[in-house]
């Protein structure tokens, strides 16, 4: 429903003991199995009192978390892919833009249970996207020239600046430009980190 980086628990403590106790037995376990691991590998973790446990697996990049962190990527996102399928990632500098991103789903109605198709997305064109404010779609599609839902989560709202309350406010503002009243979502993403 929501993503939001940095996270607000990480300190170099928690980074070293996800390293430690995560990230590097994983990738021995991948070569004590003869395994050569190409690609995306992403940790779900759960953090409690500064210690990681370990969730999930994906070999690929999640969503909302992609559309996240993805926009603070300061080296070219196919430069680190091309390293990587040549064998050379561990030389590839990757560089991050110092700043704060918010993301927020926009759902259908009655998403997660049942929801309504094919329902007119209007004022997409009002939008104030840029660089740093984006629209990604995720359940949607073209029909007879309009944009319309095809799923439960729609549409998620992007937006980066130099704070989180910043970037919140930005993806609230695009959320109510558009104004569609087929779908609903979460008011409370962000504001753990939004110093008041």
């Known amino acids: 429903m929501g993503a939001y980086s940095p996270s607000r628990l990480i300190n170099e403590s928690l980074d070293k003991k996800i390293l430690d106790k995560i990230v590097y037995p994983t990738l021995k376990a991948l070569e004590d199995l003869d395994i050569s691991y190409e690609g995306f590998l992403y940790t779900g973790l759960m953090i409690k009192d500064n210690e990681p446990y370990l969730i999930e697996y994906n070999v690929r990049m999640g969503d909302p978390e992609c559309q996240t962190i993805l926009p603070k990527l300061k080296t070219d996102l196919l430069e680190i892919i091309v390293s990587c399928t040549d064998k050379k990632l561990k030389h590839q500098q990757i560089d991050w833009y110092d700043d704060k991103s918010i993301s927020i789903v926009l759902c259908s109605k009655g998403y997660p249970d049942k929801i309504n198709k094919d329902i007119i997305i209007d004022n997409l064109e009002l939008l104030e996207l840029d660089s740093k404010n984006l629209c990604f779609h995720a359940g949607t599609k073209i029909i007879e020239d309009k944009v319309k839902s095809t799923g439960g989560r729609v549409l ?18 695009n959320l109510r430009i558009l104004n569609w009243q087929n779908g609903h979502y979460r008011k409370d993403i962000g504001y753990k980190v939004i110093d008041n």
Request: no cysteine; proline share 0%.
């Open 156 to 173: 998620n709202f992007v937006s980066v600046a130099t704070d989180f309350k910043k970037a919140r406010d930005k993806v609230l503002k």
